[in-house]
């Protein structure tokens, strides 16, 4: 079965696309964090600040993450809406999709 994509909602797909960026870069930063954080508990007093900027706290991931969300969806936004304009151009994309019956998919 073929079909068109004649638009894509650009707020709903930024969003989307923010969300996953804002998860992923928490929970690396996290993962960062705490790594620095037991990097500079073994290293000691010869880190100095280094400890504390590697070790973080929890408002530089929130504030980390909310910042590359933003970036996400501002760059995602204009993206689609270039896609949407080329789509609107040039007829659509052209899809092509397999039609399964139900009774196939709870056979397998």
């Not at 909310?66 to 993206?79: A, D, N, Q, R």
């Amino acid at each position: 079965m073929k079909l068109k994509l004649k638009k894509i909602d650009p707020i709903k797909y930024s969003l989307i696309c923010s969300l996953i960026v804002g998860v992923v870069m928490f929970l690396t930063f996290a993962l960062l964090s705490v790594f620095g954080g037991f990097m500079s508990s073994i290293i000691g007093d010869e880190i100095g600040k280094m400890g504390l900027i590697f070790g973080g706290s929890f408002f530089i991931l929130i504030f980390v993450a909310f910042f590359y969300m933003v970036i996400t969806f501002i760059f995602s936004l204009i993206s689609i809406v270039i896609f949407n304009f080329v789509l609107s151009k040039t007829g659509g994309l052209e899809m092509e999709f397999e039609n399964q019956d139900y009774e196939q998919l709870t056979n397998n």
